[in-house]
């Protein structure tokens, strides 16, 4: 697991939170240097910080610097050009935009209006519209040539000219990067919502919505939130009017399972013009350790359950995919369904994982799932894993 | 919320019988009438499972303004859109003559009088500047007959200026001609490849059965037909010709030979329809016309036959279930215009026959030929499609072919599924909405709908073959 954030130790702190794209080129042009931060290597002298909005420094911190100055962290080693961090003047350093990772997301927010039991992330109730200012701002700083964006909270349209906000400076200024926003739906029951989102015009965003049950009061029980199921169906609707995409989440676990296939059908029926339908694995964080006497079940008792449920929806014509779940977990008719979803920062395997032939193509799991799974899993011979890819290649066009 | 039940038949009358409950969004569910009695007089509890079910299926809501009505409502407004979509469907009578005399016909003639009853390429093309006017997205052009092939310079011209007008607007356009196949050619085939053209045929079953049926001089309409498709696959590829059979009275008893032929002509499925009541076959019911339950028995032999070849590995499907299927386990529409309600006569499907006449579906020509010309819009010479369709009486038959006010189906559980024809029912009962209990379309369709749903309760093979057979899985 990769940390993200933490204090750090400063010389000269900055007044304000200072943004920033990385470089180790102490030779920049000036004119450039405003919006960079130095990563420096060795030899740096105080005059090669001059102009930079910050320096990051790897050994001894420079009493004399006038360019803020603050020391590599042990755990941002990893840090590397064109990643962009934050300096606040706590101080802290926040790592926004990893380069080389496989997905970015964007917190803005750890406020919730659901409360759902198995949370990985649970909400608060402070003012944290820092983290939106902050999202907001380093979006001039992310790079041109980034695929895709996650947008991520707590509930990001619970602080909705916020969003739009943010919304209209990714279409304006990185509009070739692909949005995905993590959402409860429920604010999109008011159509004003969907429609101004949809007024916005992004050529490449999508919603992440969750939807548990087909059952009201089983979905509602789930989220924690009396009404929650009307209002996400009503958002659903409305975004799909608004021509808005929407992918449906479905969390697997012990109270979302026994009614996955009646959900299955409920989709085909009635919301067959989603974009995406995905199954996802639990993740063991947040809220889950409290609950798991409820929510909790070993995998492969799911396996009918999974099949059922890519099944009906796959022969509807709804495409599904599988999160969160590891190959040699999952029944073979499946496996095609299965993607590598997990975000590289969290994402570990435990050790029989390493003798795996199938390692690099598996979705892995949650660095704080291991445990759980490591009685389970078991490393995919190199025969297995020729099987493996025939099954891949039977299903491809 | 809104649903309606009907008692299945065969079933115990009391509290242990059970019931079929299909809502307007086209869900179906089956419970014991003591469970259906629970629910509607909310005497007594449900097993909590059962609520999911009920929950998850839209028949029950937790409060009155919950989003099952939105996605009711969604369901209702999709059904209803062909209304708005405009006409796609359009039928040119090419001509009446035929070189077949089958005695259930219900236009053609033997004849070789070309002014009497070919349609001129000036109606055709005045035609197809009342098809091109319709706004729907997608046009369909059959040609039919008679034998559309004894008058194939119109049928030439017909889909040469249908092709070049769609290409032109830009528009989808599918072409289909309905043919016996008796005289087709090498060069009429490679016209139809080039011009993306579908033929449909008739083969009623076994070479004894088909030939009895549909008399032709040399006694071959058989091998003809056999060859024909042949040529056609050949020329255009397997998959642009397709097949029906007419069921007689001869046809009776014999339905597995009838399959059989199918499966040993390659096709994939067959589509097992009853005889239309209009026309000559109404004059000739008594010699070769059944009751409606043998045509029943027939049919569910049919399906039960399509069933057992399935799970001896032949993918084999009967059309009409498929399509009744679909309609049952999704949320597509079939576009089978011949059960919709409102009814597609009109709405859905225009006719335009050999003498340039305009009528509102292929039976109502049929009809108009034993001299009841109800049905019939006006002329396409110096017509719009506006003008046509302004016909007050028009407005009249969409309104009374809405099967949620007619009296017999208000109240049916497959309301939702089913359809209606005015047509069917003017010129069996004399009355365009007619009675139910009297009406064989619906008897027909009722014992359909209700082996279909016990077939689909049971957790079998039969079970899922049919929701394979509706697109699922």
């Known amino acids: ?397 | 919320m809104p649903f309606s039940f009907t008692r299945l038949p065969s079933q115990p009358m009391d509290a242990t019988g059970k019931a079929v409950l299909v809502n307007q969004a086209g869900e179906h569910i089956i419970l014991r009438m003591s469970d259906v009695t629970r629910l509607i007089t909310r005497e007594a509890p449900l097993d909590p499972t059962l609520m999911e079910r009920l929950h998850a299926g839209l028949f029950v809501t937790h409060n009155p303004r919950s989003s099952g009505v939105d996605l009711v409502a969604q369901s209702v407004r999709s059904k209803l859109s062909t209304l708005m979509s405009g006409t796609e469907l359009h039928l040119f009578v090419a001509t009446l003559r035929c070189d077949h005399s089958c005695p259930y016909c219900q236009v053609s003639r033997v004849s070789d009088d070309r002014t009497a009853y070919d349609m001129t390429i000036e109606d055709a093309s005045a035609g197809l500047d009342i098809m091109f006017a319709s706004p729907s997205k997608c046009l369909k052009l059959e040609v039919q007959g008679g034998e559309p092939l004894l008058n194939y310079p119109l049928v030439h011209e017909l889909v040469r200026a249908a092709r070049k007008r769609a290409r032109e607007e830009g528009r989808p356009l599918e072409c289909v001609v309905t043919t016996n196949l008796a005289n087709i050619t090498p060069e009429m085939c490679m016209f139809f490849r080039d011009h993306d053209v579908l033929l449909s045929t008739s083969i009623d079953g076994p070479s004894d059965l088909h030939n009895a049926n549909r008399p032709r001089p040399g006694n071959d309409a058989f091998q003809r037909a056999v060859a024909g498709i042949e040529l056609v696959r050949n020329i255009c590829g397997v998959d642009s010709v397709s097949a029906l059979p007419t069921t007689t009275r001869r046809s009776l008893g014999r339905v597995r030979e009838i399959v059989d032929t199918y499966v040993g002509l390659g096709f994939s499925g067959v589509f097992l329809r009853p005889l239309s009541p209009f026309g000559f076959a109404v004059k000739t019911q008594s010699a070769i016309g059944y009751d409606t339950q043998d045509f029943i028995d027939h049919y569910l032999e049919g399906l039960d036959y399509c069933l057992e070849l399935w799970k001896r590995g032949y993918q084999f499907r009967e059309h009409y279930a498929s399509l009744l299927l679909r309609r049952m386990l999704t949320p597509f529409d079939t576009g089978y215009v011949d059960l919709m309600s409102p009814a597609g006569a009109g709405s859905a499907v225009l006719v335009f026959n050999y003498d340039g006449d305009v009528y509102i579906s292929d039976e109502a020509r049929m009809l108009a030929e034993t001299g009841e010309k109800l049905f019939r819009l006006g002329t396409i010479r110096g017509s719009t499609r506006e003008h046509l369709l302004a016909k007050p009486q028009f407005a009249h038959w969409i309104r009374d072919s809405m099967n949620e006010a007619i009296p017999g189906c208000d109240w049916c559980a497959f309301r939702t599924w089913c359809g209606t024809d005015q047509v069917y029912h003017h010129a069996t009962q004399g009355d365009i909405v007619g009675i139910r209990s009297l009406s064989s379309f619906c008897q027909r369709n009722m014992a359909v709908f209700n082996w279909l749903v016990q077939k689909l309760d049971a957790d079998d093979d039969d079970s899922r073959i049919l929701r394979a057979w509706g697109g699922l899985g």
């Open chain 1, 1 to 397: 697991m990769i940390r993200l954030s933490g204090p750090v130790t400063a010389t000269v702190l900055p007044d304000q939170t200072i943004l920033g794209r990385l470089t180790s080129d102490a030779s920049t042009p000036t004119t450039l240097r405003a919006r960079r931060i130095l990563i420096e290597r060795e030899g740096v002298s105080a005059s090669d910080r001059c102009g930079f909005a910050a320096s990051i420094s790897r050994g001894d911190l420079d009493s004399a610097s006038e360019t803020p100055l603050v020391k590599l962290p042990q755990w941002a080693n990893y840090l590397a050009d064109g990643d962009i961090v934050a300096i606040t003047p706590s101080p802290s350093l926040h790592v926004i935009y990893r380069r080389n990772a496989t997905t970015n997301s964007l917190l803005v927010t750890e406020r919730c209006s659901s409360n759902c039991i198995m949370c990985s992330q649970p909400p608060t109730a402070r003012d944290d519209s820092w983290l939106y200012e902050l999202a907001i701002s380093s979006i001039e700083h992310l790079p041109e040539d980034a695929t895709e964006i996650g947008i991520t909270g707590g509930e990001p349209l619970l602080d909705f000219q916020r969003f739009l906000t943010l919304l209209y400076r990714l279409k304006t200024l990185i509009p070739r990067t692909a949005v995905h926003v993590l959402t409860n739906g429920r604010l999109l029951a008011y159509l004003s919502y969907a429609q101004a989102i949809s007024d916005i015009r992004h050529p490449d965003l999508m919603f992440g919505v969750p939807l548990y049950s087909a059952n009201p009061s089983r979905h509602d029980f789930i989220v924690q939130a009396r009404g929650a199921f009307d209002q996400t169906i009503r958002g659903i609707l409305n975004a799909k009017r608004c021509g808005l995409r929407i992918e449906l989440r479905v969390v697997l676990h012990e109270q979302s399972a026994p009614t996955l296939g009646q959900l299955a059908r409920f989709i085909a029926r009635h919301l067959p013009y989603v974009d995406q339908v995905a199954l996802m694995g639990l993740e063991h964080i947040g809220f889950v350790k409290a609950n798991a006497k409820v929510l909790k079940s070993s995998l492969s008792n799911y396996s009918s359950l999974i099949e059922e449920f890519v099944t009906t929806l796959e022969s509807s014509g709804i495409n599904t995919v599988l999160f969160n779940m590891p190959i040699c977990l999952l029944p073979e008719s499946v496996w095609p369904a299965a993607r590598q979803s997990i975000s590289d920062w969290k994402n570990d395997m435990p050790e029989q994982c390493s003798r795996c032939a199938i390692q690099s193509e598996c979705s892995g799991f949650f660095s704080w799932n291991v445990d759980e799974y490591k009685q389970s899993v078991r490393p995919f011979s190199l025969a297995e894993a020729r099987h493996f890819r025939s099954i891949l290649r039977r299903r491809l066009p």
